[in-house]
């Protein structure tokens, strides 16, 4: 069979059409089923990967077989550019996918660590005791992993906090319970990174505690919780009644020891001065009622919602501090091809301590991907003007 007949097979239209339909299914199976089912079943897979294999070879025989067939440098060079930046983006995903990494590392405040925890790493170990392949492990099973870590870590708790192991444990519910286990074990679930991070402070910020306003119209199940502002204006739902809040400085103070409220009946109004519920138990004291039909309480939320978990490293190199960074939710730390994240938080009722998870992730394909989507930008945007050029010596 001659280069020909095979370049033209591989760069076919049909065949183009049928990957691209496969891919778009496949991409609509995995958002129908768990996260982490779609990642290691379908988008980590040999058979995924094969298929955009063989898209972007049909990709390159497009490329090679278009180029005879246009006489324009500049319709080469997009046509060239175009479906280069897709095969740019596939080869980015490529190169994370095999030499990218994805852990975790939790610090307890003023430890420092060297290593992280690698999925694949530590998800290989686990299924390696995994005897009957169901992504548990029974208690048989974790009985026969004790036995074999306790004899290298005798004089340690391998767990970090009581839970029922006659029962089937999945990984991660492992690799969050582990305490103790010996250098051996590191070795085979742990990867090292070129820096150490100490976690010099864990902060967990809360939202201002709100002043809020009870409603409840007497006789009937209309109950409502308003937020209290100063001039802010309220409709009781279902009434004709509304709510005014009087004027105060909630600069200098964000939660009044009395508020005046007005509430309004059509054109007529009762102002009445509301002061602070303390104590739950005195909410009758507290208690306003207008037009004999309408109660209202002035109260403060007793807990507000958490804003945001800060975690506040230090960055050591050769037993030297070379950064100090705070690491939020989307703000991640980045250094040295490492992006760390906030994740999670984790309270220990034996040590009564609060550890912080930190999410860790290693892509060197990532700026490949990068410049793929900023070539495919830019070869589309300037189809236009080619296409009006085209169009203009047609015309001439």
Known sequence: ????????????????????????????????????????????????????????????????????????WYDKMLFVILHASILIIFAGAFVGRIWGMDGEISLYEKEKKSAFWEERKSKSYFQKWDKNLDGFWDHVEVLLWEKTIQQQTSKYNVWQ????????????????????????????????????????????????????????????????????????????????????????????????????VTVLKSKEKQTQTLPLLHNPGQAHFAEKTFWDNVSLIYYKEEESQVKAWKSIVEIIENEQTIKKAEIVVNQPLYHKGFEVFQASYFTDTKQNRTKSGLHVVYDPGIILVYLGFSLLSISLLLQFFVAHILKKEIHE
């Open 1 to 72: 069979m001659s280069f020909s007949i095979i370049l033209n097979r591989l760069a076919s239209l049909k065949l183009t059409l049928l990957l691209l339909f496969v891919l778009i299914c496949i991409c609509i199976a995995g958002t129908l089923v768990h996260y982490q089912y779609a990642l290691d079943e379908i988008f980590y897979s040999f058979w995924f990967w094969s298929v955009v294999g063989i898209f972007c070879l049909n990709l390159l025989c497009c490329v090679v077989k278009s180029l005879s067939r246009r006489k324009k």
């Open 161 to 260: 906090y009581d839970f029922d192991k006659n029962r089937r444990i999945s990984y991660k519910e492992w690799m969050y319970g582990i305490e103790n286990i010996s250098q051996e074990v590191r070795k085979d679930i742990e990867t090292p990174l070129p820096f150490s991070i100490l976690l010099e402070k864990f902060i967990t910020e809360y939202h201002p505690e709100r002043p809020r306003l009870f409603v409840k119209v007497q006789n009937s199940k209309i109950e409502e919780s308003f937020e209290v502002k100063p001039g802010g204006v309220y409709s009781i739902p279902f009434t004709s009644y509304q709510v005014q809040i009087g004027l105060y400085d909630s600069q200098k103070e964000s939660v009044p020891g009395s508020i005046q």
